[in-house]
């Protein structure tokens, strides 16, 4: 081994120790193995590049007439709906025509499995959950799981996460900034240290006296209990694994991160009857899935920032709509609601915009925290009236580093969104399950890689 590269290289993870506190340094060029002296501090290898990717679900979709570009290719023509997307033209690429298994009210929980769906059997374990096996316990949290409100949906008509554990389940979102630094962030000094060693201690002992039982229980019943047993007991081997990591990560610290100035109570529940507060909120939220990929805390996210709900209100106080999204995608081709619609896709783009700023304005290796970063923004609501699971357009931000080769526009008629999750797990290195998506997926997206 090259002795300079011994002298001067540091190991990844570094921490500064004074004063009865722990800080752990940021990426620096001289942990690199390109480093070979302070002076030749080299950017990061290419096996060094945290691969990341992050899935985000658009409720109601676009209005894709307007959305939609009359041109292809790297040059393509903007239309007034993306034009927010401008200074990243040539960091993404917008695929359409796509389609899903299921669209509509309800359809979100297909987006990232293929076919999961409230009214039929399947329960596949969904793209970004697969990712955070994947990576196991690289980072202290395996995968982030968000969206505007707390609750699965599981047993209703409407979903409200896009994320399946490999047991079937549902995973319920966070969706408090506040609450999501705390968990990223948080100070933990050595009374919550040991507090928080002694219920993972509390907690495995529960988990291994479970066990002994559940294997006796499961000698006393049928074949369908069985099954229902061992589908549940699946998830207590879930929750163990989930134990390990934490295990792993206990001692050592978080990264020391500004707290940022979330205001008075929650964010979230200062959105107001007429969209006010909606985009600081959403920001706040695309904020901190920023500072989670920056100081490698996960490398896989999922997030839904508008429901079927609309959260935004239709931004009443910019627009002065007077109906809700859901009425104005049901437009019966009227001008004005259509008109209103696409107002409503360029400001939602805004706060896409924002997110992308973000991870540009971070310097990582060669390149920045986008090009090692794939973000989608995916709908499973297409067609002129938001509810088929047709037509549907997929913005795959990011990933240059990470050997995406964006193409602008490109059609591709028919194409199962599922391609495009192929392509994103081919680009982490991620080995294809045999059930990936249901089987709905028939390769790659070749024009990108």
């Given at each position: 081994?090259?002795?300079?590269?011994?002298?001067?290289?540091?190991?990844?993870?570094?921490?500064?120790?004074?004063?009865?506190?722990?800080?752990?340094?940021?990426?620096?060029?001289?942990?690199?193995?390109?480093?070979?002296?302070?002076?030749?501090?080299?950017?990061?290898?290419?096996?060094?590049?945290?691969?990341?990717?992050?899935?985000?679900?658009?409720?109601?979709?676009?209005?894709?007439?307007?959305?939609?570009?009359?041109?292809?290719?790297?040059?393509?023509?903007?239309?007034?709906?993306?034009?927010?997307?401008?200074?990243?033209?040539?960091?993404?690429?917008?695929?359409?025509?796509?389609?899903?298994?299921?669209?509509?009210?309800?359809?979100?929980?297909?987006?990232?499995?293929?076919?999961?769906?409230?009214?039929?059997?399947?329960?596949?374990?969904?793209?970004?959950?697969?990712?955070?096996?994947?990576?196991?316990?690289?980072?202290?949290?395996?995968?982030?799981?968000?969206?505007?409100?707390?609750?699965?949906?599981?047993?209703?008509?409407?979903?409200?996460?896009?994320?399946?554990?490999?047991?079937?389940?549902?995973?319920?979102?966070?969706?408090?900034?506040?609450?999501?630094?705390?968990?990223?962030?948080?100070?933990?000094?050595?009374?919550?240290?040991?507090?928080?060693?002694?219920?993972?201690?509390?907690?495995?002992?529960?988990?291994?006296?479970?066990?002994?039982?559940?294997?006796?229980?499961?000698?006393?019943?049928?074949?369908?209990?069985?099954?229902?047993?061992?589908?549940?007991?699946?998830?207590?081997?879930?929750?163990?694994?989930?134990?390990?990591?934490?295990?792993?990560?206990?001692?050592?610290?978080?990264?020391?991160?500004?707290?940022p100035n979330f205001g008075p109570g929650s964010p979230r529940?200062?959105?107001?009857?007429?969209?006010?507060?909606?985009?600081?909120?959403?920001?706040?939220?695309?904020?901190?899935?920023?500072?989670?990929?920056?100081?490698?805390?996960?490398?896989?996210?999922?997030?839904?920032?508008?429901?079927?709900?609309?959260?935004?209100?239709?931004?009443?106080?910019?627009?002065?709509?007077?109906?809700?999204?859901?009425?104005?995608?049901?437009?019966?081709?009227?001008?004005?609601?259509?008109?209103?619609?696409?107002?409503?896709?360029?400001?939602?783009?805004?706060?896409?915009?924002?997110?992308?700023?973000?991870?540009?304005?971070?310097?990582?290796?060669?390149?920045?925290?986008?090009?090692?970063?794939?973000?989608?923004?995916?709908?499973?609501?297409?067609?002129?009236?938001?509810?088929?699971?047709?037509?549907?357009?997929?913005?795959?931000?990011?990933?240059?580093?990470?050997?995406?080769?964006?193409?602008?526009?490109?059609?591709?008629?028919?194409?199962?969104?599922?391609?495009?999750?192929?392509?994103?797990?081919?680009?982490?290195?991620?080995?294809?399950?045999?059930?990936?998506?249901?089987?709905?997926?028939?390769?790659?997206?070749?024009?990108?890689?």
């Open positions: 081994m090259n002795i300079q590269t011994n002298r001067w290289h540091l190991a990844r993870r570094t921490f500064l120790k004074g004063l009865g506190a722990t800080v752990a340094l940021p990426w620096l060029e001289v942990m690199s193995q390109n480093s070979r002296s302070i002076t030749t501090a080299g950017s990061m290898a290419a096996h060094e590049i945290p691969r990341r990717a992050m899935f985000t679900y658009w409720g109601l979709g676009v209005e894709i007439t307007g959305f939609t570009p009359p041109d292809t290719g790297k040059n393509y023509t903007l239309t007034p709906s993306l034009a927010p997307l401008a200074p990243f033209q040539n960091d993404f690429t917008l695929l359409t025509e796509l389609t899903s298994f299921t669209g509509g009210h309800g359809s979100c929980c297909c987006l990232l499995t293929g076919v999961n769906t409230v009214r039929n059997a399947k329960t596949l374990m969904s793209v970004d959950q697969q990712l955070a096996v994947h990576h196991g316990s690289a980072t202290r949290f395996p995968s982030l799981v968000l969206g505007t409100v707390r609750e699965t949906g599981f047993g209703g008509p409407f979903p409200m996460t896009l994320s399946w554990s490999k047991n079937h389940t549902p995973i319920t979102p966070e969706n408090r900034p506040e609450v999501l630094f705390e968990k990223l962030f948080g100070s933990e000094d050595n009374k919550t240290l040991a507090a928080a060693k002694q219920a993972m201690a509390q907690r495995t002992s529960l988990l291994d006296s479970i066990k002994e039982q559940a294997s006796a229980l499961q000698r006393q019943v049928g074949t369908a209990d069985r099954q229902r047993l061992d589908q549940y007991f699946t998830s207590i081997r879930d929750l163990e694994e989930r134990i390990k990591v934490e295990g792993e990560w206990i001692d050592r610290p978080k990264p020391k991160v500004s707290r529940d200062r959105i107001a009857s007429d969209g006010r507060g909606y985009s600081e909120y959403t920001r706040m939220m695309f904020d901190m899935i920023a500072l989670a990929f920056e100081t490698d805390s996960t490398r896989a996210v999922s997030h839904i920032p508008r429901t079927e709900g609309d959260e935004a209100k239709c931004y009443g106080y910019l627009t002065q709509s007077k109906w809700d999204l859901h009425t104005i995608t049901h437009n019966a081709q009227e001008d004005d609601k259509i008109a209103q619609w696409r107002q409503l896709d360029a400001l939602y783009l805004g706060e896409w915009a924002h997110f992308l700023g973000r991870l540009k304005s971070v310097k990582e290796g060669n390149g920045t925290l986008l090009d090692n970063t794939m973000a989608a923004w995916a709908t499973t609501n297409g067609g002129p009236n938001a509810h088929d699971s047709k037509h549907l357009p997929l913005l795959l931000c990011g990933g240059s580093a990470l050997g995406l080769k964006h193409q602008g526009h490109l059609v591709q008629k028919d194409m199962p969104v599922a391609n495009v999750w192929k392509t994103v797990v081919d680009r982490v290195g991620m080995k294809i399950p045999d059930d990936f998506q249901g089987g709905l997926a028939s390769g790659v997206v070749k024009e990108l890689i």
